[in-house]
């Protein structure tokens, strides 16, 4: 899963570079989930590296000038429900690492 912002902010219409970053996860065939502070969307981790590349390289041509992305490694049900474990010990979550923030230079 990844979640993303870009900036800076524009209340009244979408801007080129939020455009960008919604294209690129959208032609990743990601599922996708736009909040009121962000957008989020899920696949695979192949289609997702993919798409935050073309999302980071995208969106700072079209003028962001800060991207804060975070990629999380979501648990899979399936196999967590199937080992009899629970999630107090840990065992069956992933953890999140920030991919990272960046701008303009």
């Known amino acids: 899963m990844v979640e993303f912002t870009t900036e800076p902010f524009e209340l ?18 990601l599922a996708v989930a736009v909040g009121p502070f962000g957008t989020g969307a899920e696949g695979e981790a192949d289609q997702v590296l993919a798409a935050v590349s073309k999302l980071l390289r995208e969106s700072l041509d079209a003028g962001a000038t800060r991207i804060s992305v975070q990629v999380s490694v979501l648990a899979d049900t399936e196999a967590e429900a199937g080992s009899g474990t629970g999630p107090d010990n840990g065992a069956g979550t992933g953890g999140a690492s920030t991919v990272g923030e960046g701008g303009t230079p």
């Open 12 to 29: 009244d219409t979408f801007p080129p570079h939020a455009v960008a970053a919604r294209k690129a996860v959208d032609e990743a065939g």
